[in-house]
């Protein structure tokens, strides 16, 4: 009798992910949304894999041949995907190139020393020494300036991710299992985001994060505190990530090697630590007092710029709940490994919101990719008979769902600033003096920042700003062109104001409209020139 | 960008970004170990890490101008401890100056005790 129901379970299971997936792969074509949530379906699903999952006995699966060619092709999927945007405008995506390409620019100026002590506070914060001094080695011997380092290096980082999440998955849980990690690395909607975003820091975090993981779980420790050791040169939240991941592996392994590593790291990161120990430990004790802040209060406060986990769980959602499966079969085999750890903590900091829980959505979605790959293969294509072709079938309407968002992205991502705005900042720098002003919003400071290689005002942001929140407001609100005068004589002219005209840019232009002002360019953006006397 | 410029960004890149980790991607794991896939992996992320750790060292400690002579430097020397170190494994040099060493230590504390 037990046996019977369990066998109901199991193929009412193959029938009920197509039924899904068909129904997930509607909504997002725009043809059919029922008002169910679809959410319901991450519990619901595991539920019925569960006798199949349990029954599974260590899969004696052998190499696949051709592998090599077929993570190749994934890989320049990924990075087709990545310049296709590219393809489209010259402009990058994201708020942040401009700060990147101000932070190289200004390491490579410096060369041939690294500016640390004439860093601005800000870029301390920002950016830890390692893709800067990075970036000054391929200036230096490749002749890759920041813009080729935002157009080309970081794209092919971004697609570069195919091979250590292939690499991890296939390690531990086999090499199908790492194809199909590989697959949903390419067309996985979030990941594409992280490039949108442009959040060059995080692809190479998780590079670092995925090889650490290898690492540990190969037993190589040399590697994995070279790897711990890129992390904290090169991206702090994925750095406290690993550390957090090494606790339980250390507690339940007690290899003196993970004691000798972490030591080996702190080692080999003193000299970019010691030189900005106040603002790192600033950052890692802001990261914790938010966590008791938000476990005290629930505000969940300090979430860091990315989608929330709501839509999260939207868009991954046709991969979500095969990484549930991946994780409960871990779980009740008891095989308590890094990728295990990897994915139970990344998702306690998002789930329980405890700091930058938004940004953890970034490392979280690769322990889902690799633990839905594990679902995915135990349960939908290791199947026998007629059965292994429905679980096929499954696997390619999962994939090609997954991939629609991803679409869709690529063909609606534009910049945030157009070609032409941008011209109008290297106008600023063609047509201004090296010590002139210009006033900015914060929408457009990065860019102006980045491209204009002028000191840019803009509230709350750079160390030229001299000016409290409340301040800003009233010089935002104002119509009257007297206090805007009174609020930009605390600089020294020249002095300019850009403004890019897009829909959610605001500066209100009537109080540029007296004589201290005067339009000086006026093409898809328009910038003031400010002088005290008037003109 | 001519072709010098393209030529120069790819090999360039290259020397940088993945000769160095090639190379200490072999001290880690043998050429039998693993396949091409996790080499390239290894070969990437080994660079990012070991270059701009060792630039930024040799910075701190002996005051290193960042040229492309000391990069270029920095890189063949990456290179070159790596070979050592393969060399070393090869033809177990380590461990026969490890075991010269421990016979030394215990002759000396014999005479020590005698």
């Known amino acids: 009798m037990k046996g019977k129901i369990a066998r109901i379970v199991e193929l009412s299971y193959l029938q009920l992910v197509i039924i899904f997936l068909i129904l997930v792969l509607l909504r997002e074509l725009r043809v059919l949304d029922f008002p169910i949530y679809y959410q319901y379906f991450i519990l619901v699903l595991p539920l019925f894999a569960l006798p199949h999952l349990l029954r599974r006995e ?53 060369l041939p020393q690294i500016p640390e002590a004439d860093l601005p506070t800000w870029i301390k914060e920002m950016y830890p020494q390692g893709l800067p001094v990075l970036t000054d080695l391929t200036y230096i011997v490749a002749g890759a300036d920041a813009m080729d380092n935002i157009r080309y290096l970081f794209p092919f980082l971004g697609a570069l991710l195919v091979f250590p999440i292939f ?39 998780l590079l670092f994060l995925l090889l650490a993981i290898y690492a540990l779980d190969k037993e190589k420790y040399v590697l994995m505190t070279l790897m711990f050791a890129a992390l904290g040169i090169f991206h702090r939240p994925e750095f406290l990530l690993f550390a957090f991941i090494l606790v339980p592996c250390f507690l339940i392994n007690r290899r003196r090697e993970i ?55 939207r868009f ?18 008891k095989h308590w490994n890094s990728v295990f750890f990897f994915l139970i ?72 600033i157009t070609e032409e705005q941008l011209q109008a900042v290297e106008w600023l720098k063609e047509n201004t003096g090296e010590n002139a002003y210009v006033l900015a919003t914060t929408n457009d400071a990065p860019w102006v920042l980045g491209w204009s290689d002028r000191r840019v005002i803009a509230p709350g942001l750079f ?41 959610d840019n605001y500066l209100g232009l009537e109080k540029f409209e007296g004589k201290y002002f005067q339009i000086v360019y006026n093409n898809g953006a328009i910038i003031y020139q400010y002088r005290e006397g008037g003109f | 960008m001519t072709a010098v410029d393209v030529l120069r960004l790819i090999f360039g890149g290259l020397f940088v970004l993945f000769i160095p980790g090639l190379a200490w991607s072999y001290v880690f794991f043998l050429r039998k170990n693993i396949d091409w896939i996790e080499r390239i992996a290894l070969s990437f992320g080994l660079s990012i890490a070991l270059v701009p750790l060792s630039v930024f060292w ?47 230590f215990s002759r000396s504390q014999k005479s020590q005790n005698s």
């Not at chain 1, 990690?181 to 975090?205: C, D, H, I, M």
């Not at chain 2, 101008?65 to 920095?74: N, Q």
């Open chain 1, 58 to 110: 260590k899969s004696s699966e052998t190499g696949i041949r051709g592998v090599l060619i077929i993570i190749l092709i994934i890989f320049v999927f990924a990075l087709l995907l990545r310049f296709v945007p590219l393809m489209k405008s010259p402009v990058p995506l994201g708020y942040d190139p401009g700060y990147y390409r101000y932070t190289m620019d200004f390491y490579a100026s410096a």
């Open chain 1, 167 to 205: 690499t991890v998955t296939r390690n531990i849980f086999g090499p199908r299992a790492g194809i199909i990690a590989a697959l949903l690395y390419a067309v996985s909607y979030t990941q594409f985001e992280v490039f949108t975003y442009f959040y060059f820091k995080n692809v190479l975090g």
């Open chain 1, 259 to 313: 004691i000798y590593a972490v030591l080996g790291t702190a080692i080999l990161i003193i000299p970019f630590w010691i030189t900005r120990w106040e603002i790192n430990w600033g950052v890692l004790s802001g990261a914790m007092e938010a966590a008791m802040t938000n476990i005290q209060t629930g505000e969940g406060l300090g979430g860091g710029t990315f989608f929330d986990f709501e839509t999260y769980t």
């Open chain 1, 316 to 333: 991954a959602i046709t991969y979500l709940p095969f990484a549930l499966i991946g994780g409960i079969y871990l779980a009740a085999k």
């Open chain 1, 345 to 416: 903590i990344s998702a306690i900091i998002v789930i329980a919101q405890l700091f930058f829980f938004n940004r953890f959505i970034i490392p979280l979605d690769i322990a889902v990719i690799i633990l839905a790959a594990v679902g995915i293969d135990y349960t939908l294509l290791n199947r026998k008979h007629a059965w292994k072709v429905v679980g096929a079938v499954a696997g390619i309407l999962l994939l090609t769902t997954a991939i629609i968002p991803t679409i869709h992205s690529v063909n609606e991502s534009e910049p945030l």
């Open chain 1, 463 to 503: 160390e030229w700003d001299l000016y409290e929140k409340e301040e800003w407001d009233a010089f935002f609100s104002t119509d009257d062109p007297e206090t805007a005068k009174q609020f930009l004589e605390r600089y020294d002219d020249p002095l300019y104001i850009y403004y890019s005209v897009n829909e």
């Open chain 2, 58 to 104: 040799l910075n701190w400690l002996f005051d290193m101008k960042i040229t492309l002579l000391s990069t270029l430097l920095t890189v063949c020397g990456l290179v070159v401890i790596a070979a050592v170190l393969i060399l070393a494994r090869k033809y177990g040099w380590a461990n026969s100056t490890f075991n010269k060493l421990k016979t030394a």
